[in-house]
């Protein structure tokens, strides 16, 4: 077999190179016409069959066949292409994922690689619409990237078949991922490209597979990053990078949280279009701020995602900032008039809360939250102090409410809902502003509503709820979780324990029990500790709640021993976007209940 390293010695850019490319890009769009999600399954993980053949078959469909070719330039390509009847009329787009998957495996820095997407449609036999996508490196003659082609060509690292997920959320996400790992795949890394705004998940299939691929990838439109987090938890350790450049990178953690609060308390995101790139010259000029340290910050935000460089001025000097800005859907999620604007926690994250992490020594040294030791209060009693920082507390944890967009599908709301008898009623307890009740209630019109919060609270909630067309199905609550309203169908406590040490927890719990029937259900929102110590996002939160409110996360083991002191019991717990669960609690039955 030819070797990696006799390859190197061939002249890459002569016509025999060139027709390997083309050989490969043939085959693969002959490959993809042929094939379909039903046949090719069984092809790349030996042995599935059944409900976990059905399931990811129903989930998600075949999409492309995806191929790494090495160009001298885009015009080649194109006529390369045009040889094999790939043809297409939309333009390329840069490909964030496989160009840092590059950059590791060959230790180059990522601005070195001009790796772009094509994405030429096929036909299969049974008429659906596929694709082969063509990733193109390209390789000028002389460049220096001749040794990376030959590399590449020989491993066949990016070759890889891709099945969409129709209707991507995390549980199925989760599920899909985790049918694959019990047929013999092998997370490999992943990515989500703001560019097109879809995360992709690689996996490495079993090697007895039978399609000639060794490469699944997973496509999902739309930014699932907490999906790819856990994703990239389990992926293999030959794509982490190196110690000294990973310790650097957490370094300048805090560079990034002040970046993008700052890109959201200048309101850039107001200033910027998502379809149309502007010049740092214009914005700056629109937000009252300085060119030059308006483009240095528009190149890093470009870094993380939240914007795109468009038009880079080569030629022109560093300090001439003419380069064009557009906006990502991931830097849309700060500006203030977004749906599900983060703006509120980025002010958040970025100022009280980012302030009181300096105190983070005192509160490893003492167990008390470094926020007390900063501003001599609590942090409840401090905002409820100065009426805007309660404002934006109220609508920072209002930006999360995503986690609680699965929740009206849970089973105790579906059975409350249907109850024929009379309407049910789901008691949200310290609700905040009422977006999560208004999610119930609107999936629900069925179910009234009672929201116990504090009395500036519970103003907010009114407004919020009655704009939603909820109000008239609302009651409200000024008080304490000792005022918890009794005869309710359904309790919720969302993010709430976190805030509070286990006495208080237990006292919470027991207020709520008492004031719970026996039929009813109570959830419990909240991020789940690992039990077996792997990363998440529960662990950051944790370090979170020490310093900034002197509450902690929890097991789920440890959920269930405080329930049952309350006299409750643990039903069953489901996953939520953003790394969250629901704890399903009930009353603990008694000797009559039996």
């Known amino acids: 077999m030819t070797t990696a390293t006799t390859m190197t010695t061939v002249p890459l850019h002569d016509e025999t190179m060139l027709l390997d490319d083309t050989a490969r890009l043939r ?87 001009d790796v772009r997407i094509l994405r030429p449609q096929v036909r299969g036999t049974d008429g659906e619409r596929r694709a082969v996508e063509v990733f193109a490196l390209t390789v000028p003659p002389h460049s220096g990237l001749e040794r990376i082609a030959a590399s590449e060509r020989t491993a066949g690292h990016e070759a890889h078949l891709a099945f969409e997920v129709d209707h991507p959320d995390p549980l199925v996400l989760r599920g899909l991922c985790a049918i694959l790992a019990r047929h013999g795949a092998h997370p490999d890394g992943g990515g989500y490209n703001p560019h097109e705004d879809g995360t992709v998940l690689y996996f490495t299939t079993p090697a007895e597979g039978a399609s000639g691929y060794r490469r699944l990838e997973l496509y999902a439109h739309g930014d699932h990053r907490d999906s790819l987090a856990a994703h990239l938890d389990h992926t293999h350790p030959r794509l982490a990078s190196p110690p000294a450049e990973t310790l650097l990178h957490l370094l300048t953690g805090a560079w990034t949280t002040q970046a993008l609060a700052s890109f959201a308390r200048l309101r850039l995101p107001d200033a910027m279009d998502t379809r149309t790139a502007s010049t740092a010259r214009d914005l700056a000029r629109l937000t009252g701020t300085d060119p030059r340290g308006l483009a240095t910050l528009l190149r890093y935000l470009a870094m993380l995602g939240a914007v795109t460089r468009e038009g880079l001025p080569e030629q022109l000097p560093e300090e001439f900032p003419e380069e064009g800005f557009r906006l990502t859907a991931l830097g849309a999620l700060l500006r203030a008039d977004a749906p599900d604007s983060m703006r509120p926690l980025a002010l958040m994250y970025g100022g009280p809360f980012y302030r009181s992490f300096g105190e983070l020594d005192h509160a490893v040294r003492t167990g008390q939250p470094g926020f007390d030791h900063l501003h001599g209060e609590n942090h409840f009693d401090h905002f409820a102090r100065d009426p805007e920082l309660a404002d934006l507390f109220d609508r920072s944890m209002a930006a999360s409410s995503r986690m609680f967009q699965p929740l009206p599908a849970h089973p105790a709301l579906t059975a409350a809902a249907a109850r024929a008898s009379a309407p049910a009623t789901v008691v949200d307890v310290a609700g905040g502003n009422g977006e999560l009740l208004r999610h119930v209630l609107t999936a629900h019109p069925g179910l009234r509503g009672v929201l116990l919060e504090r009395p500036h609270a519970v103003a907010t909630a ?85 310093c900034n409110v002197g509450g902690r996360e929890r097991r789920e083991d440890h959920y269930a021993r405080l329930l049952a002191d309350a006299g409750l019991h643990l039903h069953d717990r489901t996953p939520l976007p953003l790394g969250a669960h629901v704890l399903h609690a009930r009353k603990r039955p008694t000797t009559g209940d039996r």
């Open 462 to 546: 009114r407004r919020l709820l009655d704009a939603a067309g909820c109000g008239a199905r609302c009651e409200y609550r000024a008080g304490d979780f000792a005022d918890v309203p009794p005869g309710g169908d359904v309790y919720v406590l969302a993010r709430v324990l976190h805030d509070w040490d286990d006495d208080r927890c237990r006292e919470i719990l027991g207020h709520c029990a008492r004031a719970m029937p026996g039929h009813a259900d109570l959830l419990i929102v909240e991020r789940l500790l690992p039990a077996d110590g792997s990363p998440s996002p529960a662990t950051a939160w944790d370090l979170h709640m020490l």
């Open 27 to 113: 085959a693969a769009a002959a490959f993809v016409r042929e094939h379909d999600s039903a046949s090719l399954l069984p092809l790349l993980l030996p042995g599935i069959e059944g409900p976990d053949l059905r399931a990811l078959a129903g989930h998600c469909h075949f999409a492309h066949a995806g191929i790494l070719v090495f160009p001298p330039d885009e015009e080649t390509l194109r006529a390369r292409l045009g040889d094999c009847g790939l043809t297409f009329d939309a333009p390329s787009h840069p490909s964030v994922v496989v160009r840092e998957r590059l950059a590791r495996r060959h230790r180059l820095a990522p601005a070195d690689l």
